[in-house]
């Protein structure tokens, strides 16, 4: 298996795309952080087809998940204390959070269902050198 299955492919096209957003954000702010540039590590894995993609990526996961559960804890925080402070407006439009909690879980759920597939521990499995 040389070639990614088509979901590892879209998966390591959103890293790629984010790893861009990540580089252009930390040259932007002068400031670095690891779930942004956490996503070169594991796009360097899966492109290689490293044996220890499979565990940087879980790992990556694992801290996207721990961000978003911090995230989610305290906007449910804040909606009890004063939910009509609780909006997110990104250019002068405001989107509903019910919005971003489905797009949240949908990217979740994909990422996860990748990292965890079959096809990927096989593409990423070592090859023996013929």
Known sequence: MTKPHPLLAILMFLYALLAVVALWRTLSTQAFDLLTLGVFPVLYGLIMR?????????????????????LATAAIIAYQITPEDVVVIVRGQN????????????????????????????????????
Do not use: C, D, E
């Open 95 to 130: 989107i509903p959070i019910s919005a971003i909690v489905v797009t949240a879980l949908i990217v979740m759920t994909f990422q996860f269902w990748v990292a965890f597939s079959n096809k990927t521990r096989h593409y990423l499995k070592p090859q023996p050198i013929a």
């Open 50 to 70: 490293r044996f220890w993609a499979g565990v940087v990526l879980k790992i990556y996961l694992a801290i996207q998940t721990v961000a978003l559960l911090a």
